[in-house]
């Protein structure tokens, strides 16, 4: 690659090191390091660096992922099914009455599983 000082990309200001010549900072450094200062005493102080990098990303409207992907959708075949088996209990034809009075039997943790599916459903679970 030709030799001398400084031949590859960014050995000059605005590559890899902004505006602060990386030859000058590397010759600083060599030069501190031989007389057994402490490293960057006779390095010139770089200017200030002032990068705008415009305004941040519009946030995301709504929650999730949006759409009715594969989530919602086990979510609903989880609670159709849940709500089935609680209308047919005891080989009796799906009734409503049957299922309400089923659900309120449930055990808790029944409940909060199936309470879970319903938030997943309308995006509101916290997870």
Known sequence: ???GRGGGSGARGGGIGGSVNLQAAYD???????????YGTSMPSAPPMDHDFGPP?????????GGFGIGKLFSVGMIVRQ???LGTAGGVP??????????????????LMTGWMVLRLFGLSPI
């Open 57 to 65: 990303p519009p946030a995301k409207s709504g929650g999730g992922m």
């Open 28 to 38: 600083a450094g060599f030069t501190d390091g031989k007389a057994g200062k402490d």
């Open 94 to 111: 799906f009734s409503v009455p049957t299922m309400i009075a089923n659900a309120q039997t449930m055990p808790t943790t029944q409940k």
């Open 1 to 3: 690659f030709g030799g």
């Open 83 to 85: 709500a089935y088996s």
